[in-house]
């Protein structure tokens, strides 16, 4: 990649020597080069700029300089970036994009601008961006063209001697980076949390994805589907609706993604919810009454019920995987529940023997271990006496 970077300012972009920059230079895979814009003035005093047309504060940089430099280094072609607060936001993919170009030109600007003609002009030969770092305005592009310069040529294919610690990192995956740490395990008090000593690397994904999770939606909310800010604790905000035959489809699918957590908790992959195609999961609405849950239009959760003599059979009660531990399945499980008609007098329900955190919920919620499922080995069916109606009239 060849980079040059006309500025008023080249001591200001004396960083690029050094660092990342300097690294991918030594090892041939960046050329770049830094101008000083004001040799392209023709003026004793190299004037870059002037008073606005139409009057206002500040002054505009001149369009002949300019002109002049794109001549001289043949932009014609290139990538030409223009650091600007009026730019469209500089992020990780546009980086990666900008990554996989082979020059790039910056033109940083100063004072309240350059004259548009500039930017016009440079369209109609070379491919134009313009770009700003954040919403905050800096005296000049100057700090903004090293930032993009940094994260864009740690990305040059062949730059970083690992490649893999390029995809696990902050904002690759949509999420900010999990919380790290190192030797030792147990520093002023504070330890290393054990999961990440337990050499199981399963459980350690989990936790650390988690992490990043929690610490996007508190920090970084907006870069979450909007469903991973809820929890139990604001209900409010989520649409519960009996199912209809458009739900199926994201039935389905949650179901799927529920189910495949069951079938390892248990061992068993022959299990009817993830057997069952469309058209079941359409024929089940007409035989139970479900209800979906939907947060920001996403279904996350549903839940059904029937009843079968005097018992009110609850079922297929599923949280988006990536949603639950928020207190949402305990929720719906009342929700559910609350569904069943008058002449209900007690709830049951079943689940496999080896689903350990459904076993605990449903015991925390009051049902009681029944035993076997006639027929079903390892699901265990549960009850729960329905609590006296309280009549208010
Ligand atoms: Cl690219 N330039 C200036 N002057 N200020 C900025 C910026 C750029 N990005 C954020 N603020």
């Not at 970036?81 to 600007?109: D, I, K, N, W, Y």
């Not at 696990?168 to 520093?187: C, I, M, N, Q, R």
């Not at 049902?367 to 009850?383: A, F, K, N």
Request: glycine share 10%.
């Amino acid at each position: 990649m060849q980079i040059d970077v006309l500025t008023i300012f080249p001591d200001y972009l004396a960083p690029l020597e050094l660092s990342l920059p300097g690294r991918a230079r030594a090892k041939g895979l960046l050329e770049l080069h830094v101008h000083d814009l004001r040799q392209w003035t023709t003026d004793k005093h190299h004037t870059t700029d002037d008073t606005p047309y139409g009057g206002g504060a500040g002054m505009v940089m001149k369009p002949e300089p300019w002109g002049a430099a794109f001549d001289a280094l043949d932009i014609d072609g290139a990538t030409v970036v223009f650091t600007t607060p009026s730019g469209a936001p500089f992020t990780q993919a546009m980086a990666a994009e900008l990554a996989g170009h082979e020059r790039l030109v910056f033109a940083c600007g100063r004072y309240e601008g350059i004259d548009q003609r500039v930017i016009d002009h440079a369209r109609t030969r070379a491919d134009v961006r313009e770009i700003s770092i954040g919403d905050y305005v800096l005296n000049g592009g100057e700090v903004a063209a090293l930032a993009i310069t940094e994260a864009v040529v740690r990305l040059i294919p062949g730059f970083m001697g690992n490649p893999e610690s390029l995809a696990e990192e902050s904002h690759e995956d949509g999420l900010l980076e999990y919380p790290v740490f190192t030797k030792p395990a147990s520093w002023r008090d504070l330890d290393v949390p054990p999961v990440l000593l337990s050499g199981d690397h399963g459980k350690i994904a989990a936790w650390r994805h988690e992490q990043a999770v929690r610490r996007t939606a508190e920090r970084r909310p907006d870069l979450l589907h909007a469903s991973h800010r809820i929890d139990a604790g604001d209900l409010a905000d989520l649409e519960v609706r009996p199912a209809t035959r458009a739900d199926a489809g994201e039935i389905l699918t949650l179901q799927k993604a529920c189910w495949v957590q069951e079938a390892q908790a248990n061992a068993a992959l022959d299990i009817p919810p993830l057997r069952e195609g469309l058209d079941d999961v359409v024929a089940s609405l007409d035989r139970w009454t479900t209800h979906v849950v939907r947060a920001e239009g996403r279904l996350i959760a549903s839940g059904r019920g029937r009843l079968d003599g005097s018992a009110w059979d609850v079922g297929r009660l599923m949280v988006a995987p990536d949603l639950q531990g928020r207190g949402l399945g305990r929720w719906l499980l009342s929700y559910v529940e609350g569904l069943a008609p008058e002449g209900a007098t007690s709830y049951a329900l079943f689940t496999g023997a080896g689903s350990a955190e459904n076993l605990r919920m449903y015991k925390k919620a009051g049902y009681r271990l029944r035993g076997e499922l006639d027929g079903h080995p390892g699901v265990v069916v549960l009850t729960k006496r329905r609590p006296e109606q309280v009549r208010i009239f």
